[in-house]
């Protein structure tokens, strides 16, 4: 988002400002938490120690790489699952399988997370998200809350866009919202409209494997794609997604690519798209299948729209997807029939970089503009079809029917939304209840923390008249989220023994240092509350090595009880990593530096966790 805050800043300023000065602060949660009519709104928050939520919010952390996993209604912070970003707590990116997985990168830029769908209903069984830093994609479990995968997406810089999954997880979509040269190579700025591309990646997720994959690429033209969804029922072979900077301005965006009164959202047939590559129409380009839409025709249409569009959003029947305006303070409302049936009769009104589009008047159904609402950005649905689209500038969220146009109800939140979620809100049939803004700036709402003030969500209940009723301030950034009925998770207590595994000790007896070399392998164990690394040593917690050895540190946990995890970290060299009841962990590292070192468990595991240490000694070389 923050790409249009220059030139809405002087606009956002005044809004805020008027927003602090005039709003209705009676509906603010702090009076409405204290008030009440039948049942008090902080009774209807309130989760008794003991009892849990009925849903869990999966919330993007944004440029902190991790995702926050938290309850709703209580929104009490359950945990947080590093992705892309290295974290202390977990070892994740310290150990030997993350710190591959994560290709050399320390950070990430989280936005968009989405669950695995069946039938287009959440089905509980994986997250996915985007990394717009670095240009990654993660799977992560929901048996185990890790990532399972990351891959790097080469020719798209910054999927953005993503990741929206199709009804059954075939794929999801990952387009670029900055264009590059194909291989990402040097090519002069002169040359954009003919050198850069914005290419989109078609990724699948291989659920026995657990593997991402990149199945074809298409080589779009040199614009900006800010945000996509997939099709549902009649529309689930189809997606859509919106772009900016058609204008194909290579400096000063905030002006130069705002000229154009209409950008486009690119309509595409996945089907089609995938029968092309099956039958040979695409190029191998940097070891992936490209489609060149001005040279392999078919499947990609251009619908105009309003001038820098933002998020699109397709309805839980399907049957249309709505836009909105971020510069004009309209959403339009599109047909996917309409669509189809102009696609059949090409009625086309031209054509840019051989892909045709379609006319906006044989496509739209309705633009939607609610009195004095500015700055539409995305919308969330409830269960019976009525639309919630969050407003940037006016600070609120308005509710209202797709199939009038007609508004239902506004609440004003604190302030500057972004996006919001709703209770399965991407599902073919989302749940109604709760509705969570999650706003870009949270103001004075809490305790000063200096110059910068945290994000902040607010849930509302949507049962009735909308009212907010919580209040909470957040780690950066919440970009986006999903909420899932708690019921559809089921997570495992331990990791199951695997025989097969190499690497794992799970008998005493059988904890080994094995020397190979110059490099030497630990199998050991952790327990409560010790550390075996040799079991027939006269110091069998202790592990000695030479200056310049190569170690690995194969750990295995064997309490197989919930919720006994053991830390690993050696004193002074910057190691840390966690295993959980059952799990094996490797850590790989060149014993560089001589000396005594004291290794300790760092995960408070039994009364005796204080003394679950031993050494890690280094004898120097010379
Ligand atoms: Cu800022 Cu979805 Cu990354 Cu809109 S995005 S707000
Ligand atoms: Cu093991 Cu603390």
Known sequence: MKKWVPIASGLLAGFVAATISFADFSQST?????????????????VPFGEKDDYYLFASGGHSGQMFIYGVPSMRHIRTVPVFSQD???????????????????WGDLHHPAFSETKGDYDGKYMFATDVGNSRAAAMDLETFTVKDIINVPNTSGPHCAAFVTENTEYMFLPTRFAVPIGSEYKSLDEYSDQYRGVMSAVTFDQNKEKLNIAYQVALPPWSYDLSDAGKKSSADWAVMTTYNTEEATTNLEINASQADRDYIVLFNWKELEKMVAEGQYDEVTGQKM????????????????????????????KHFIA???????????????????VKNQDFSGERNGIPILKYESVMEREVNPENALGPLHTQFDDKGMAYTT????????KWDPKTGETLDRVPVQYSPGHSVAAEGDTVSPDGKWLIALNKIAKDSYLSVGPSHPESMQLIDISGKMKVIQSSPVNPEPHYAQIIKADKIKTIEVYPKDENNKLATYKQEDAKIVRNGNEVHVYGIAMRSK????????????????????????????????????GFAINSYNLNM?????????????????????????????????????????????
Not at 30 to 46: L, M, R
């Open 324 to 342: 909105s305006g971020k510069l004009a303070p309209s959403m339009t409302v599109f047909s996917f029939e309409k669509a189809f049936e102009a």
């Open 291 to 318: 489609i060149f839409p001005e040279k392999h025709k078919g499947g990609i249409y251009l619908v105009p729209v309003a001038k820098s569009p933002h998020g699109v959003d397709v309805t839980p029947d399907g």
């Open 30 to 46: 702090n009076t409405q938490v204290a008030s009440g009519s039948t049942k008090s709104n902080a009774e209807k928050v309130y």
């Open 531 to 566: 550390f075996i690394f040799d079991a027939k040593a006269k110091r069998p917690d202790v592990i000695e090595v030479n200056q310049g050895d190569k170690v690995f540190i194969h750990l295995t946990n064997t309490d197989f009880d919930e919720d006994i995890t053991h």
């Open 88 to 106: 202390s707590a977990t070892g994740y990116g310290f150990d030997e399988h993350s710190k591959k997985m994560m290709g050399g990168y320390t």
């Open 578 to 622: 966690e295993v959980q009841p059952g799990q094996t962990n490797t850590l790989e590292f060149t014993a560089d530096k001589a000396g005594t070192f004291p290794l300790y468990c760092t995960n408070f595991c039994s009364a005796l966790h204080q003394e679950m240490t031993g050494y890690f000694l280094v004898k120097p070389t010379k």
């Open 391 to 398: 407003m940037f500038i006016s600070s609120e969220i308005v």
